[in-house]
């Protein structure tokens, strides 16, 4: 990875430059184009005019989005919204002052007037300007990319394959109990992040490749029995944003360094196949998701891994959708997952705003096929003692606060052990998920016997 791409653009020296380059945008667009007071009347007009009509702009693509063709299956955050209107404001400002420049371009008896490329080339970075600002605020609101080379996608670009070394092989002793392990010698300072393809042998569903976290005990000889952790990224989304937005190396280092270099091994699983994909990680007309989750991918653990086989020792994590997908695992298969941790959950997996189509899409409108499967539902109509869930959403999040309370406490009614935490400052962003991890792992600590 190469210098820039280790450059910060959610804090610091770029986003200052940001704002500068916005604000500057901004006061040239608004700026008239004289100064007598019908020219000052104008700029004034077209200034309210290019707000007004970028924020109706804005509502109506957003409903367009959500309501007609179901890109997101919830409303987008005020702030995004917000966010978004000064980049279409600007946008309809410059155009407007490249037209009435080209409209009363120099003649030969005017030439004090403006020349036209040169106005709208500044025009045209003005805009610029203030569209990079925007786009790195509505970054920053979601705490996805850090840095240029998580915007890029080069951090994560140069991450090496699973090497044979690091997998269960034929014949080697088997992985000791971690109540009795002890290290033979010292252990690496850090774990380790690989990637991995794992086949839908049972499925046939075709994801992306997995990344997968191997702590520090890992690497000692023999091998612990360490607990799994399977997560879930948001979506739209890939796996990869559990170490950009996740922050999962450092932040299970950081739990390892804690525990002797202990720490559940970590497999960041694809559940959609495709960024925009949106499988309900059911097994629905659109893929065999939950066959693939539930039967494949725990198969592949197991035969790849030197990990814990006991289901008590098997949590499954998610952001946003992934947190959704996490919670259905540990309702719809508790004998494999028997704990989770839900950042920002959706009360029920969603394709979209309304309910009526998420249905029709995934089960033919057949609503009772869907609706035995929601975790809501599930928990309802058994029981659920021993298990647990750690719940996380972010302050400024009201519609997921307000589910997380329906959850936990359905939960909580269902016999599982519940925690739940609002994250002070923060909205529907992977923050929740980068700060609630932490917390999470000790959460779940007991259970694994880790820190005994």
Not at 155 to 163: K, M, N, Q, T, Y
Request: charged share 20%; proline share 8%; hydrophobic share 50%.
């Amino acid at each position: 990875m190469g210098f820039a791409d280790g450059i910060r653009i959610d804090d610091g020296p770029v986003l200052w430059a940001a704002c500068a380059a916005g604000i500057l945008g901004a006061l040239y667009l608004l700026r008239p184009l004289g100064w007598n007071r019908a020219q000052l009347l104008r700029a004034a007009a077209a200034a309210l005019a290019a707000v007004v009509l970028g924020g109706a702009l804005i509502l109506g693509i957003h409903w367009f989005l959500v309501y007609a063709v179901s890109v997101f299956p919830d409303v987008l955050p005020p702030e995004v919204l917000a966010w978004s209107v000064p980049a279409v404001a600007a946008l309809l400002l410059a155009l407007y002052r490249s037209w009435t420049v080209w409209r009363t371009r120099p003649r030969p008896a005017r030439p004090w007037r403006v020349r036209p490329w040169p106005a709208t080339a500044a025009a045209a970075a003005a805009f610029a300007g203030v569209l990079v600002l925007s786009a790195l605020q509505i970054n920053a609101y979601f705490g996805l990319n850090r840095t240029v080379g998580d915007l890029t996608g080069a951090s994560v670009a140069g991450i090496p394959g699973l090497e044979n070394a690091q997998k269960r092989q034929p014949g080697e002793p088997q992985p000791v109990d971690l109540s009795r392990w002890t290290p033979s010698g010292a252990l690496p300072a850090t774990g380790l992040i690989r990637t991995a393809t794992i086949p839908g042998t049972v499925s046939g569903f075709r994801s992306r490749d997995a990344y997968v976290y191997l702590p520090p005990a890992y690497r000692a000889s023999p091998r612990p029995a360490l607990p799994v952790l399977v997560l879930f990224s948001g979506q739209p989304g890939r796996p990869a944003d559990w170490l950009a937005g996740g922050a999962l190396r450092s932040r299970m280092d950081r739990f390892a360094a804690a525990h002797g270099g202990v720490a559940p091994v970590v497999v960041v699983v694809d559940p959609n196949g495709t960024p925009a994909g949106n499988t309900l990680c059911m097994d629905t007309r659109i893929a065999r998701a939950d066959t693939f989750l539930a039967r494949d991918v725990p198969a592949w653990i197991r035969a790849t891994l030197d990990v814990d086989p006991d289901p008590r020792k098997w949590a499954a994590g998610g952001f946003s959708f992934g947190a959704t997908c996490a919670v259905q695992m540990v309702t719809r298969h508790p004998d494999i997952f028997s704990a989770a941790l839900a950042f920002s959950s959706e009360q029920e997996p969603a394709i979209a705003k309304e309910r009526r189509k998420t249905i029709e899409a995934a089960f033919g409108a057949d609503a009772a096929a869907f609706e035995r499967q929601t975790p809501l539902r599930l928990m309802q109509e058994r029981r659920f003692d021993g298990n647990a869930i750690y719940f996380a959403a972010g302050e400024r999040d009201p519609q997921f606060t307000k589910y997380m309370g329906v959850l936990s406490g359905t939960a909580r009614s269902a016999g599982f052990a519940v925690k739940e935490e609002v994250m002070p400052g923060v909205g529907h962003s992977w923050l929740v998920a980068a700060r609630g991890l932490s917390a999470g792992l000790d959460f779940l600590a007991p259970r694994w016997e880790i820190g005994k």
